[in-house]
């Protein structure tokens, strides 16, 4: 998720941290309600937002011209959705996955631009959000989710106000100036320390809640790059907000950044058995 770590230079009016407070609230409510939920509720939160991210993703590359280009890759990932939605996992990530390949490679072989972008962005908008409906398909799957959510929310809170209060050494200064090293340690304690909560919330012994807490402390460092990511692909096109469509976030890609990056790899801990399903 992206955020601003500052610790000088102009402070975000009491007002707009009201406004990005009740939001950011209102959206943790109605997230962990669907999460609670499951099934075609949390299947259908997450093809929102992939279809959401996949719609920014061509606004700031441009890959939404001609139209025709982003409604096929708005088709091909509704269609993996579907599938998944049917049961049928490996041919949901499959079709995503060829599919935007497909298209990024066809762009680049006939020099289209749009195609050549809208690739790409298939891949970005679909895979972590076809992750994350599968990891709530899993049997502890509500767990699993929950604390991916939560390590990464607390990730970009906790970087945020430490960076703020801090500052310090920049971490990437020609991707994100305002972001500090201070602002990534403070965001991994406190994922770490959520981590733990949880851990101990689920009823697990100490030495498996600490485990949790590893964990988280790695997702933090990983939704950081995905935050990283996030910012070099609007300072290539030269644009600050990836949308405004949540009142004081931005777009859903500033909001879900380290969710992309985060989601696939637990998702695939967990296919090949080392994630923390094996200790719920």
């Known amino acids: 998720m992206s955020t601003e770590q500052v610790h000088t230079g102009s402070e975000p009016a009491k007002s707009d941290l009201k406004v990005r407070a009740i939001a950011g609230v209102v959206m943790a409510a109605v997230a962990i309600g669907l999460l609670w939920l499951g099934g075609l509720a949390f299947l259908t939160l997450t093809l929102v937002i992939g279809a959401l991210v996949l719609r920014e993703w061509c606004t700031v590359t441009g890959a939404g011209q001609p139209r025709i280009v982003y409604l096929l890759a708005l088709t091909l990932l509704a ?28 762009g680049l072989v006939l020099k289209q631009r749009s195609l050549r972008w809208v690739g790409p962005g298939l891949i970005y908008a679909a895979v972590p959000a076809l992750a994350l409906a599968w990891l709530r398909h899993l049997p502890d799957g509500f767990k699993i989710v929950l604390w991916v959510m939560v390590a990464v929310a607390m990730t970009d809170t906790c970087a945020y106000f430490a960076g703020r209060r801090f500052g310090g050494p920049k971490l990437a200064p020609r991707i994100s100036p305002k972001k500090t090293w201070s602002g990534l340690i403070g965001g991994t304690i406190g994922a770490a320390l959520s981590g733990w909560v949880l851990g101990a919330l689920f009823g697990l012994p100490l030495e498996k809640a600490i485990w949790l807490a590893g964990g988280a402390a790695v997702l933090a460092v990983v939704s950081q790059m995905g935050d990283l990511g996030e910012s070099a692909l609007k300072r290539a096109f030269d644009v600050k907000d990836s949308g405004s469509i949540l009142p004081g976030h931005g777009g859903i890609m500033d909001r879900v950044d380290g969710l992309v990056a985060a989601a696939p790899l637990v998702a695939l801990a967990e296919l090949f058995g080392l994630g923390i399903g094996a200790l719920l």
């Open 79 to 106: 269609a993996g959705f579907g599938l998944a939605g049917a049961g049928n996992w490996p041919m949901g990530f499959a079709l995503t996955l060829g599919g935007g390949a497909f298209l990024g490679l066809a």
